[in-house]
């Protein structure tokens, strides 16, 4: 707990502010009636469709740039209702609500491919994918103005597999993924930039179209589900650089061709969407917090498989862009945290530093006066003046001290 805890509040203070009383006493009471709803918000999807932009497509690969703050895609089949559309070879870069086609030679035109951002050595790295006869085994960089193929030997040729950057200890994983003739891998791979590494050839069973993460928090990157051939599963597994746990709990339904990005604010990875077989998609979203799975929303009522997604740091937002399937989930589809208002700073826990926010302007009072921060964010009810009852709305968020939506 911080400098303030609700429970040592039993009634009015001697302090005066204002010509007024400083009054807690209604604080312990509100407490234990506002704290069991906190958590249990919906996180909401938005759209934007902003032009240009990528053509409806799915199974192409996305991953944020932290470095240049722009989301980068690449590749992918058009979405069309045969579901046959055509294969391309397409680079393009999200910056905010912006989306813009890089004009340059790269990778063929595939789908399938997966790609991470490399916080090293600051590289968008992208492995493998497939067309409709071939299946690829070659390694990419993109820069933000230039793709170089580094002909190095790796992993076989594959397409659909899961992958994650391990900023931890420098380097790409690897795991599973299938060729267009539908054998399966269950090798774990990982690249420092110059040499793939083979780690592991045990842990998961052998499976394509899985979703990985890496838990920038704990250390670990996180895969779940995927298809092994024959059944569609629903298994979460960790992979610590030395070997793979599998972690036995309640969860998401079984699903493949779902896709999930840590998300630092939350601490936590978050998975959206996927398909359970021909035509059922799924439209939540879940956060695994390393202990437990919960479903925090739904996908913008949108059934979304086969998507992409990235974590856009400079927005605070996930993105989410295509689909594969009948809901042709047109647009630029962004993930919001439910609000949080007691989080006065905007890093999505309340705590001491939200505090001494807070009485700073509990001390100056009044939303009109020159020495109130812009917008008067501490007065919560909207009243034009900072008083005892901002303070109890206050409280009960830092009491929980981690914002509604979190896990």
Known sequence: MGLVDSHWFKGCGNETRGGGKFCAAAVVASVFVVTAALGAEPWTWTVEHPSPAPSSRFAHSMSYDAVRKVVVLFGGQANVPAGTGALNGETWELAGAVWSQKIVAGPGARGSQRSVFDSVRNRTVLFGGANLSTTFQDTW???????????????????GQAMAFDSVRGVTVLFGGSTVQGTMRLDTWEWDGTTWALRAQTGPSGRTLSAMAFDEGRGVSVLFGGFSGTAVLGDTWEWNGAGWTQRFVAGPPARTMSAMVYDEKIGAVVLVGGRLSGGNDFADTWAWNG?????????GGIKAAYHGLARDKSRDVIVRFGNQGSEFSAGTWKLNAPPCPSDLNGDRVVDDADFVIFLAAYNVMDCADAGMPADCPSDMNRDGVVDDSDFSVFVVGYDEMVCGGSV
Not at 147 to 152: A, D, I, L, P, Q
Not at 291 to 299: D, M
């Open 141 to 159: 960089e993109w820069d933000g103005a230039t793709w170089v193929e580094r002909n190095v030997a790796g992993p076989s040729a594959r397409g």
């Open 291 to 299: 202990t437990e799975w919960r479903e925090i929303g739904t996908s």
